[in-house]
């Protein structure tokens, strides 16, 4: 039982530059998040899901896109890297949405130069 | 908006103390409050958590306290040991359908 795993664990993009953020969980859970950790900031909420085909935007969208085709994954897009989008990134699951226990994974460390 | 507000920013306490980290929401409509704790290089993970028409819980050395008429909940690590070092952040569930909010974190060490 793996939890929620997360890829790549280190990133350095150039600014421009758009990659994507993959996150798998193997709990079955319905819920799944992004967080963007980012020091004095605490976790911010990038986009969450509360199942496949539904996703929604947290409290830092711009910039980023998800989608959700099945209950397993939840990859984050960055379309163009800034370096403002320089932070750790945290994916979590959780099995009723936010009111049970949300497992992260062990985070992206991602830098835009 | 910080919805919810942690202190103190870092925290150094001696073994065997108790640590006390404090938590102050905005929000009347959050409903559900977990504490996690995150290890360098590590996500956060549960730790403790709390709804509000409970004034505390307690598991182990760490406590909950919950005070719904001043907005605030705070943290009590008893007996505080080294391995106890570690960023803690409070939340706060509500506000939104199935969002948590995160507090800013509180980076504490203990020292032998």
């Known amino acids: 039982n793996a939890g929620v795993t997360q890829t790549p664990k280190f990133q350095v993009l150039k600014t421009g530059q758009s990659m994507t953020l993959q996150c798998a969980q193997d709990m079955n859970h319905e819920y799944m998040s992004w967080y963007r950790q980012d020091p004095g900031m605490g976790l911010r909420l990038i986009h969450y899901s509360v199942g496949a085909g539904i996703t929604d935007q947290g409290e830092v969208p711009n910039g980023y896109n998800v989608s959700r085709s099945t209950t397993e994954d939840f990859p984050l897009r960055l379309l163009s890297a800034a370096p403002s989008q320089t932070s750790v990134y945290f994916c979590a699951s959780s099995f009723q949405g936010a009111v049970t226990e949300a497992f992260f994974g062990q985070g992206t460390r991602l830098t835009v130069v | 908006q910080q919805q919810v507000k942690q202190s103190p920013q870092s925290l150094i306490v001696q073994k065997g103390g108790i640590s006390i980290i404090n938590c102050a929401y905005e929000n009347t409509a959050f409903d559900y409050f977990p504490w996690y704790q995150q290890f360098p290089g590590k996500g956060p993970a549960l730790l403790i958590a709390i709804r509000p028409d409970v004034s505390e819980k307690k598991e182990g050395r760490f406590t909950i306290s919950f005070n719904k008429s001043a907005k605030q909940f705070s943290l009590h690590i008893m007996d505080s040991q080294p391995g106890d070092s570690a960023t803690y952040f409070c939340?706060?569930?509500?506000?939104?359908?199935?969002?948590?909010?995160f507090g800013t974190g509180t980076k504490l060490q203990v020292i032998p």
């Open positions: 939340a706060a569930r509500g506000g939104g359908y199935q969002k948590v909010t």
